[in-house]
């Protein structure tokens, strides 16, 4: 019983008992009629350490979560609506969790990012993850990159729901975009480099379209950088830069190959 009590396994072992030959009556009914109401409160109790286990593990996820500043979303895919909505949705949004679950969602997404954000669940097996990332607007106007991941599941009786959490990525995409940036920028005149041009070039000899591609140096540009200086130098292809850019049309590109090519 103590066993029982403590939750741990417990093996039945039993003896069947034979009356004058005539029939035999095994012990072990008797037993689980005395067992059952210890049995019962065996499982209660199993049952309640687990959901307190659940519960902390839950707790100590979204106190994670909302370190992070991120925020968790359940959604029934059947009702079209957010259902709950946890962690830090006022730092990541500005708005509050009912005003969230309550509003369009599509109406805080980037014009540009809707068609790469948005995608039709009715499509979408049980069990995928959906990956995205997209230009979210908060309260005060501002704009934010956002990443969203969610799990789309089907329950015993056909309902579909989606549990995911959104997190702010805006310093990482930022990042991103500048590294991209000086891949294909020459840093002294902002002009593209030679990788630009080469892609632009792949891209136009691909779609076998028409251009003309100039290349241009500096006459005795060597003598300014000794008579003057090599910021003087700088100076001057700064300015020739910008002075190519407005004489060029919006489809041509002006690019620096190096020194004062």
């Given at each position: 019983a103590a066993s029982l009590a403590a939750g741990e396994p417990v093996v039945v072992d039993y003896t069947p008992s034979f009356v004058d030959g005539a029939g035999s009556k095994a012990l072990l009914p008797s037993m689980w009629e005395r067992a059952q109401p210890l049995l019962a409160g065996a499982f209660t109790m199993y049952g309640e350490l687990v959901r307190r286990e659940i519960w902390e593990n839950e707790s100590a996820l979204m106190d994670a979560l909302s370190a992070a500043g991120a925020m968790v979303h359940h959604s029934d895919l059947d009702k079209g609506a957010v259902v709950q909505i946890e962690g830090d949705v006022v730092g990541l949004t500005g708005w509050t969790a009912s005003e969230w679950c309550s509003s369009d969602h599509q109406r805080f997404i980037h014009p540009d990012d809707v068609d790469t954000y948005w995608v039709n669940v009715d499509e979408t097996d049980a069990n995928t993850i959906i990956d995205r990332v997209a230009r979210m607007r908060r309260k005060d106007g501002s704009w934010i990159w956002i990443r969203d991941v969610a799990r789309v599941s089907e329950g015993a009786r056909g309902e579909r729901t989606m549990r995911g959490f959104s997190l702010n990525v805006s310093?990482?995409?930022?990042?991103?975009?500048?590294?991209?940036?000086?891949?294909?920028?020459?840093?002294?005149?902002?002009?593209?480099?030679?990788?630009?041009?080469?892609?632009?070039?792949?891209?136009?000899?691909?779609?076998?379209?028409?251009?003309?591609?100039?290349?241009?140096?500096?006459?005795?540009?060597?003598?300014?950088?000794?008579?003057?200086?090599?910021?003087?130098?700088?100076?001057?292809?700064?300015?020739?830069?910008?002075?190519?850019?407005?004489?060029?049309?919006?489809?041509?590109?002006?690019?620096?190959?190096?020194?004062?090519?």
């Open positions: 310093e990482l995409e930022e990042a991103n975009e500048t590294i991209a940036r000086q891949l294909r920028e020459d840093p002294l005149t902002g002009l593209p480099n030679r990788r630009a041009l080469n892609e632009r070039l792949s891209s136009l000899l691909d779609e076998e379209a028409d251009f003309a591609l100039v290349l241009t140096d500096l006459d005795r540009f060597k003598e300014v950088n000794d008579t003057l200086g090599h910021d003087a130098g700088d100076q001057l292809l700064q300015t020739i830069a910008r002075r190519l850019q407005r004489m060029i049309g919006p489809d041509d590109l002006v690019a620096r190959l190096g020194g004062d090519e």
